[in-house]
């Protein structure tokens, strides 16, 4: 009895090393909602759903779903991954994409979604249970909160639902960004799907904390950053356009900012505003500004402004009798 007694007391030590030895975090827990894109007029099946990571290792999604749900709660269908991503970096995101969508913004989606499922005019989007977002004249429950509705009116023509992440550190997308109300959660934004295969850009807020702020373990703040420019573009050229030198007009939340200025793929360069493109070609494309403070701060969200530029119409000439 002895030697039993001890081989089960030993084998119960053993179960215990092995569940503390366990990750701390799940594999695909600790993720939410970043944008929603229902496509517009121009490119109706152009539609994504974009997720995000707040800790690293949640890259085990395969056999995981993305539900998509109509304006009175009802299924529409879903996004399934059908195996596991290679990026698991917190900050790291992942896109279910219809093929429109891809060959309209340039991108390998990481999972399909077919077209028709989100409706501009109300709808809810859940990640399995954790997290959902709704919009419009959603009036239906989804798997968790969400709140009010972002976007009451239903999202605007060419425009997709984007999660802020200001609250705590604005260039990082943290547990605390959830307050499980989409329309405090969600803004329309120009849309910029970001696939896994693409390295994440946000940073911890650390090196921009305020002396003397509490720094949290994992690269979080406490701090309050102040300065923070945010840009904004006070005047486009409009979204289908026959200018190939089209002008923008911009401004920045802190007086005194310094412009940075891209169109498409190009990389970012010194502008002001006014700014006027160079002769651009006809087709899709879109301009991008970001504000910084001399010496300080950028602002981690640049503004984006998408636009098309088409052939004009030849006038219908007229025969003489």
Not at 11 to 32: D, K, R, S, Y
Not at 270 to 287: E, I, K, N, Q
Request: aromatic share 8%; proline share 9%.
């Amino acid at each position: 009895m002895t030697g039993r007694r001890s081989a089960l007391l030993a084998a119960g030590v053993f179960a215990l090393l092995l569940l503390a030895a366990q990750p701390a975090f799940a594999t695909f827990h600790e993720m939410m909602i970043r944008e929603v894109y229902p496509g517009s007029v121009a490119h109706p099946d152009s539609e994504y759903v974009e997720l995000q990571m707040w800790a690293p290792g949640q890259s085990l999604v395969g056999g995981h779903q993305i539900g998509i749900y109509d304006g009175s709660g009802g299924a529409l269908g879903a996004a399934t991954f059908s195996h596991d991503v290679s990026g698991g970096a917190s900050q790291s995101t992942l896109v279910a994409a219809t093929p429109e969508a891809e060959a309209e913004f340039g991108f390998m989606a990481d999972a399909g979604l077919s077209p028709g499922l989100l409706s501009p005019a109300g709808g809810a989007v859940c990640w399995e249970s954790l997290d959902c977002v709704s919009w419009g004249s959603f009036a239906g429950t989804a798997k968790s909160p969400t709140g009010s509705p972002a976007a009451p009116s239903g999202i605007p023509d060419g425009m997709a639902l984007r999660r802020t992440i200001e609250p705590g550190c604005a260039t990082l997308l943290e547990r605390g960004d959830d307050h499980d109300n989409s329309a405090a959660d969600f803004t329309a934004v120009f849309p910029g799907p970001r696939p896994n295969s693409v390295s994440p850009s946000e940073r911890a807020c650390s090196s921009q904390a305020v002396a003397g702020g509490n720094e949290e373990p994992g690269g979080g703040s406490t701090a309050v950053t102040r300065n923070r420019p945010q840009t904004r573009i006070r005047r486009g050229p409009g979204h289908s356009i026959h200018d190939r030198t089209p002008t923008f007009r911009f401004t920045s939340s802190v007086p005194g900012s310094l412009y940075l200025c891209k169109l498409d793929g190009a990389g970012f360069r010194r502008c002001r505003s006014p700014f006027t493109a160079p002769v651009l070609p006809l087709g899709r494309h879109v301009f991008r500004v970001e504000s910084r403070v001399p010496g300080g701060a950028t602002d981690p969200t640049p503004a984006s402004y998408a636009f098309t530029l088409v052939k004009p119409k030849r006038a219908k000439r007229t025969q003489s009798p």
